[in-house]
């Protein structure tokens, strides 16, 4: 079982930053391509952006490329989503997952929600304008 925790999210106004931290418990981190998704209330979980195992390889949605930067840290077992220029539409839970099938390469990108194994609880992120 991989556990995931989302962690730094809140109330910020238009136009500002936050950055969402995920910590995995384990050893086998540097195994999984992870990835960042959202869900507004009423819609469907939304690809926001996704890293390689090997964090060389990111993608994101065309609805935050530019604003948002995803990145992972080995030592700390932690992924990162860095988000700037916050729009009102950007207000969701954000959740982190984790791909741990053997098939992945160390630079493949995962961007199905489908194709994720494990969920973090869910962090809310809530832009004003």
């Known amino acids: 079982q991989v556990q995931l925790a989302e962690s730094g999210g809140g109330l910020v106004q238009a136009g500002g930053s936050l950055r969402l931290s995920c910590a995995a418990s384990?050893?086998?981190?540097?195994?999984?391509?992870m990835g960042w998704f959202r869900q507004a209330p009423g819609k469907e979980r939304e690809f926001v952006g996704a890293?390689?195992?090997?964090?060389?390889?990111?993608s994101y949605a065309g609805s935050v490329k530019g604003r948002f930067t995803i990145s992972r840290d080995h030592a700390k077992n932690t992924v990162y989503l860095q988000m700037n220029s916050l729009k009102p539409e950007d207000t969701a839970v954000y959740y982190c997952?984790?791909?741990?099938?053997?098939?992945?390469?160390?630079?493949?990108?995962?961007?199905?929600?489908?194709?994720?194994?494990?969920w973090g609880q869910g962090t809310q992120v809530t832009v004003s304008s």
């Open positions: 890293i390689s195992r090997s964090g060389i390889s990111t």
């Open positions: 384990g050893s086998t981190f540097r195994r999984y391509a």
């Open positions: 997952a984790a791909a741990v099938k053997s098939g992945y390469s160390d630079n493949n990108i995962v961007t199905n929600v489908k194709d994720y194994d494990y």
